[in-house]
């Protein structure tokens, strides 16, 4: 490590309480009632806000919610939108999807080691049987069903456009038309239509509402603003909605938010993962070496879909946001924006920022870094963490790579 790096430090007054996380609140169903929590609580800077929301709507957003311990802190609504206003999710909603997938196979309906023919029948690509016998449902959920993915149009579900190029579980590609087609798979298994078994599992429960629509190939999800909020609080709370463990299988539910495979280990079960060592991105073969998301919570977990689609779920702040909207940077993953927007939220504490040259030498002695809980963490560039000395001073410290 050299010995002068350059640092910002930001004083006591955190983003987040590093006391003990709050008892997280759940908006009741079938009612608009949500609770919020003040800015001051927070120490956030009202002209700081209206930075982040100017950002936000120079970049076509449509809304934009913040929820910290369940509680609304921000919502903002741009372009005629409002909290009754449906959007759609694009890719966002494969999130969902998977959801749905472990809730059939928690209930017996398939395994996800089956093999996907169990379900849409033979013939349902253009390989030979045993090529296509070989593709499971794990490999729909985790982009690696060996589906070439480089066709006219990779939205394709027929047959004809589903080609073989290597084997199962040895390539990863963002590919839609097989996730696609997880629809029939979930509906064949459990004999319900999508949108019924969505209701019954997910929607109701947690006073979700919404609706899969197919547009051409694809199978798009539509909801409110706040609906998408309530998904990213379930999946915050590990299934659990206000003491309802709707998801029950704990090692689905932990295998869906971990790295599925080592080909790109930022992506989950149909999840996208900050904190990894590498990562891939749609339509290349290129792995960087890197952290999807290197200024946000290495924790942090997302639902990533379409002209910036959005769902971020932080475990380690409590925290969820979400971001509906038209497109901000042509990308099918908008990680670059997801990017700039951790950019502006971590600026929102109203706390003097100084930038100065650290020395490792100092006169005061570091004894311990921890992250917001408490945890005793080696240092991570470009992640906000506690660096706590023995003169009892304690400094928030971002070491920027």
């Not at 593709?135 to 027929?158: A, E, F, K, R, Y």
């Not at 969505?198 to 694809?218: A, D, E």
């Not at 539509?222 to 704990?250: E, H, K, P, V």
């Not at 002695?365 to 470009?382: A, C, E, Q």
Request: some cysteine; hydrophobic content about 35%.
């Amino acid at each position: 490590m050299e010995n002068i790096n350059r640092i910002i430090i930001i004083f006591c007054c955190c983003l987040f309480s590093i006391s003990s996380v709050s008892q997280t609140y759940f908006p009741p169903n079938n009612s608009n009632v949500w609770d919020t929590l003040s800015l001051t609580n927070l120490s956030w800077c009202q002209n700081k806000i209206d930075s982040l929301y100017d950002f936000l709507e120079i970049n076509n957003t449509k809304s934009f919610i913040l929820l910290k311990d369940g509680k609304i802190v921000l919502e903002k609504y741009f372009n005629g939108h409002s909290d009754t206003s449906s959007w759609y999710w694009a890719s966002a909603a494969k999130t969902i999807t998977s959801f749905l997938v472990g809730m059939a196979q928690e209930e017996g309906y398939l395994e996800i080691t089956d093999t996907c023919s169990n379900y849409l029948g033979n013939g349902w690509t253009n390989c030979n049987p045993i090529q296509e016998n070989k593709i499971t449902i794990w490999n729909q959920l985790t982009m690696t069903t060996g589906l070439d993915d480089n066709v006219s149009d990779p939205n394709c579900t027929n047959d004809n456009c589903l080609l073989y190029f290597s084997n199962p579980g040895s390539r990863w590609a963002y590919h839609n038309a097989p996730y696609t087609l997880l629809r029939p798979v979930i509906e064949n298994a459990t004999g319900r239509g999508i949108n019924l078994y969505n209701y019954q599992k997910l929607l109701n429960p947690t006073g979700m509402t919404g609706l899969f629509l197919y547009n051409g190939f694809n199978n798009i999800f539509y909801s409110t603003s706040r609906s998408m909020a309530r998904f990213g609080l379930l999946i915050l709370n590990n299934g659990n909605w206000d003491g309802n463990q709707i998801m029950t299988d704990t090692n689905y539910f932990n295998q869906m938010l971990n790295s599925s495979q080592s080909l790109n280990e930022s992506y989950g079960y149909l999840w996208w993962l900050n904190g990894k060592t590498s990562y891939m991105l749609p339509g290349s073969q290129f792995v960087f070496n890197n952290e999807l998301i290197p200024n946000a919570p290495v924790d942090l977990v997302a639902a990533l879909g379409k002209n910036g689609q959005i769902i971020n779920v932080v475990p380690s702040q409590n925290l969820v946001w979400i971001r509906m909207g038209d497109n901000p940077d042509n990308s099918l993953v908008p990680y670059t924006f997801n990017k700039e927007v951790w950019n502006y939220i971590n600026d929102l504490p109203c706390t003097s920022l100084l930038v100065e040259d650290y020395n490792e030498k100092s006169k005061r002695k570091l004894i311990k870094i921890t992250d917001f809980l408490g945890r005793s963490v080696n240092p991570i560039s470009n992640i906000p963490l506690l660096y706590i000395y023995d003169d009892g001073t304690v400094l928030k410290k971002i070491i920027l790579k």
